[in-house]
């Protein structure tokens, strides 16, 4: 193995043969480098992508963040290289590295790979493969660093089994810390732990899932029968993790050497969504809602802002307008930036007329578009979403945009929700023009429209997880109807999701263990950066799935069985199955559920959640006094039939 100096003498030879080399010297502002023989436990967080897009992950801050502030471990930073930066690494012999030591990723004691989407799958192996690590968990010895992975694609972890030691169900701040304790405390034992051991103590950890001690058994159709525990320790449910109170927002941000996707601070203000969208898998597994105070809020911003030099600040949520205090916030914002060369987002808001109203209170260090998500075109299509806004409240809040100055507004879209006809296809067509000619109205003709047009992935823990995919055929037949209809209007701007990066998402998402061959294969003949253009292989996907005699419609376009097992069965996010499966009998019918803040529909999440205040009294969100309420009919009042909970 090289050593930090011979790697950095390699990288002096090879770094301005590619682009942005500032993607791999580290040394970045706020980068903690520690003394690496003074920890007593190494761990590298991996976002296997780019650093342009790595480098702003929340979640990877986060962690950094919690890991640094120990006196006894060091954490530091690895990303994918770009292609032409793997070639040369290749050649050169030079394994991947942390950015903080130059210390290659075979040397730590503990990797972590963020794992937002499910498209990262195989840059995941490809990661392994430049550190020298063995890529099937079954093949690493004591020599070796524990992989483990956590983000909304261990939602269902399934499909990436072999590959990963253990998994993170749920939220990531206090349970890496308890992976930290078990490997140090396997290193103090007489004569170490074995990794079989280690192993045993983290599947014993509440939210932490070992695949290799779970066996998933198969119907004569196809379908799972059941995953069960192998071993006593290993639970047979393994419940996502919960952070009782959101710990205070790292202030310390890494400011990147180069040009990146977001080059901002970002400070969480709440976590979870009440809102209940049905395709929404974020807002379904984040649950329940955590708010942080204004003062909070504020102060880490400032902090941060003052620490890194950026010029932008983005409060995240999934749904900023529910937000308790937001126009507390807003004016604590505007007040403390005042007179500040400083663009302010608050992204997640919804499509009404206080929306407008927030930003206008940030006209100051507002930037030049407004987004919003009516995610479907009709009435009809957001009945069954569960995202129900009249159209006229659309063209009043959009004209109210326009009139008060801002020039484009970005309108996003979904095709291929469930019931979707072409009709409602047309309509969002027909929603974008009449928008755009309304705004004209009170703007004048300066003001533009970006139609962002995605397509629908059931994901599972959502009401959607029984439904099919659409194919590509009919993709395909949608999205050209679109690009007829704004063919003609350069004041219109469509961008959409290709079929095939759609349907790569949707077999990674609702796979089961057999994927793993599938990706590995895929990978093995050259499959990596799956959603970027010059990494799409399609047809080395499809043959993948012919070399191992799979088809794979059986993961996309088959409506799933009221009583199917789910690959993902055994992994829990606390909500009740009957819910979401009423929740999508509600959806055939047209049925909305309202905001969860205004009634509770037992949903499974506050129940676990009470126990978990139970367990640190004082923490977290308040929980209100609620009762189940009767099953839920639908307007034929007809009893939904049930599943199990």
């Not at 030079?94 to 730590?108: D, M, R, T, V």
């Not at 055939?588 to 139970?614: K, S």
């Amino acid at each position: 193995m090289l050593t930090p100096e011979q790697i950095e003498n390699k990288l002096n030879r090879i770094l301005l043969r590619v682009q942005k080399p500032g993607r791999y010297v580290g040394g970045e502002l706020n980068s903690i480098r520690k003394d690496w023989a003074q920890a007593k436990t190494k761990v590298a967080f991996v976002f296997p992508d780019i650093y342009d897009i790595g480098v702003s992950n929340v979640g990877l801050k986060v962690l950094y963040d919690q890991i640094n502030q120990r006196e006894d471990a060091l954490a530091e930073r690895a990303y994918s290289p770009w292609m032409d930066m793997e070639d040369l690494m290749r050649q050169h012999e030079i394994p991947l590295y942390a950015l903080e030591s130059k210390q290659p990723l075979a040397c730590f004691d503990l990797i972590g790979f963020s794992l937002p989407y499910e498209t990262l799958y195989t840059n995941t192996l490809n990661v392994l493969d430049l550190s020298g690590i063995p890529i099937h968990s079954l093949d690493r010895d004591e020599s070796h660093p524990f992989i483990i992975a956590g983000g909304h694609a261990a939602t269902n972890p399934e499909p990436m089994y072999k590959f990963i030691d253990a998994f993170v169900i749920g939220e990531g701040e206090e349970v890496i810390h308890d992976i930290v304790n078990v490997i140090q405390k396997g290193k103090k034992k007489e004569g170490k732990w074995s990794r079989l051991e280690v192993l045993k103590e983290l599947a014993k950890i509440d939210g932490v899932y070992v695949p290799q001690f779970y066996e998933t058994t198969y119907m004569e159709d196809g379908t799972v029968a059941y995953t069960e525990p192998t071993i006593p320790e290993a639970p047979k449910l393994v419940n996502k993790r919960i952070v009782a109170k959101l710990p205070p927002p790292p202030t310390k941000f890494i400011v990147p050497n180069i040009e990146v996707v977001h080059n901002r601070v970002s400070v969480e203000i709440m976590r979870g969504c009440t809102r209940g969208c049905r395709f929404c898998q974020a807002g379904m597994i984040t649950r329940p809602v955590r708010e942080r105070s204004v003062e909070e809020v504020v102060e880490a911003a400032d902090a941060a802002i003052r620490s890194s030099g950026f010029e932008e600040l983005a409060l995240l949520s999934l749904s900023s307008s529910d937000y308790t205090y937001v126009k507390d916030l807003v004016d604590a914002i505007s007040k403390r930036f005042e007179g500040r060369k400083l663009t302010v987002s608050l992204p997640s808001l919804r499509i009404e007329s206080v929306s407008v109203d927030l930003m206008e209170k940030l006209k100051q260090h507002r930037s030049g578009g407004f987004t919003l998500a009516p995610e479907a075109a009709t009435e009809k299509m957001r009945r069954i979403i569960n995202k129900f806004i009249p159209d006229e409240d659309i063209i009043n809040t959009t004209n109210d945009i326009y009139a008060r100055g801002w020039t484009t507004i970005k309108l996003y879209f979904m095709i291929g929700h469930p019931s979707e006809t072409i009709e409602d296809v047309q309509a969002i067509a027909d929603l974008c023009k009449r928008v755009l000619a309304e705004g004209r109205k009170v703007a004048g003709w300066k003001v533009k429209l970006h139609a962002g047009v995605s397509t629908f992935v059931p994901k599972p823990q959502t009401p959607f997880q029984w439904v099919a995919s659409d194919t590509r055929e009919n993709i395909l037949e949608k999205q050209a109807l679109l690009k007829r209809e704004f063919y003609k209007d350069k004041n219109i701007k469509l961008s959409w999701t290709k079929p095939e990066d759609t349907l790569v998402e949707s077999w990674l998402s609702r796979g089961d263990r057999r994927m793993a061959d599938v990706i590995y294969t895929a990978w093995k003949n050259g499959a990596k950066f799956d959603a970027w253009d010059e990494g799409r292989k399609f047809e080395t996907w499809m043959q993948a799935f012919a070399e191992h005699g799979l088809d794979h419609a059986f993961y996309t376009h088959r409506q799933r069985r009221t009583d199917e097992v789910f690959p993902w069965e055994h992994i829990g996010a606390a909500l009740r199955k009957n819910f979401l499966f009423q929740d999508f009998r509600m959806s055939l019918e047209g049925e909305i559920r309202v905001d969860c803040r205004l009634n509770c529909f037992a949903c499974g999440i506050l129940p676990t959640f009470a126990n978990l205040r139970r367990e640190n009294p004082g923490e977290g969100w308040k929980c209100p006094d609620v009762k189940s309420p009767a099953p839920k009919t639908n307007k034929a009042n007809i009893e939904l039939p049930v599943v199990g909970d």
